[in-house]
């Protein structure tokens, strides 16, 4: 039962333009989103989050947008940047409650080629 | 600020044998959980530690077990290892009871079992 669906493999952008990561799920009870990306040899490093109370966060060149009826959350990166070639993973948790905090339910991944 | 650290990086061990990983948390997290990450898949969730107790744990048979230590280090253990046990294992540490506190993972340990 995937929970959490990147149905992209994978995406291939020019430099400067921007890079749309999708990512669907079906658990009504995560409240808690976060994206991650990864480097071959490296673990995930945390790139943004958000939270069910809000449809958007923005950080530098990347914005989170949460549409929580359709149950559908994306990754805009803007300009996309050769160094942003990597694989990228959606996650999300069930907060409420306050237990479970490290537990995260990942996607499969989209690996983002970004030509020069 | 010293990041989660986990050793061996690498490890190849026979089918049937034990295996014990090592993970530090990040400085001031007090929660570690650990992942196992298939090739070509996401991580998934094995268990987390808070307060020297497991806290959650996802859909992994008794054979993987874990320890918190007082320093919030920790290990897993893997017994009657299996080829499929073969993946990159991960850990993460945060702080429970921080809102929105994200994971911050090390870079794993990549077991081979043959």
């Known amino acids: 039962d995937q929970q959490v669906k990147q149905n992209s493999p994978s995406l291939s952008v020019q430099e400067g333009r921007i890079s749309i990561l999708n990512c669907d799920y079906t658990n009504s009870m995560f409240d808690y989103f976060l994206w991650y990306k990864k480097y071959p040899a490296e673990g995930p490093t945390f790139l943004i989050s958000?939270?069910?109370?809000?449809d958007k966060n923005e950080d530098g060149r990347f914005t989170v947008f949460l549409n929580k009826s359709a149950k559908h959350l994306s990754l805009h990166i803007v300009p996309s940047q050769p160094g942003d070639s990597a694989v990228y993973f959606c996650a999300a948790s069930a907060r409420a409650g306050g237990t479970s905090y490290g537990k995260l339910t990942f996607g499969q991944g989209t690996i983002l080629t970004v030509h020069p | 600020e010293t990041g989660v650290t986990q050793s061996p990086t690498h490890l190849i061990k026979t089918r049937g044998q034990q295996v014990t990983l090592r993970c530090s948390s990040q400085s001031g997290h007090n929660t570690v959980s650990w992942y196992q990450q298939a090739l070509g898949q996401g991580p998934q969730f094995i268990f987390q530690?808070?307060?020297?107790?497991?806290?959650g744990r996802g859909n992994f048979p008794p054979r993987f077990s874990g320890l918190q230590f007082p320093n919030y280090s920790s290990e897993l253990n893997v017994n009657a290892l299996e080829l499929d046990d073969s993946a990159l294992y991960l850990c993460?540490?945060?702080?429970?009871?921080?809102?929105?506190?994200?994971?911050?993972f090390g870079n794993g340990t990549r077991l081979t079992v043959t």
């Open positions: 530690y808070y307060r020297e107790e497991e806290n």
């Open positions: 993460a540490s945060s702080s429970q009871g921080v809102n929105n506190s994200p994971l911050h």
């Open positions: 958000i939270s069910s109370i809000k």
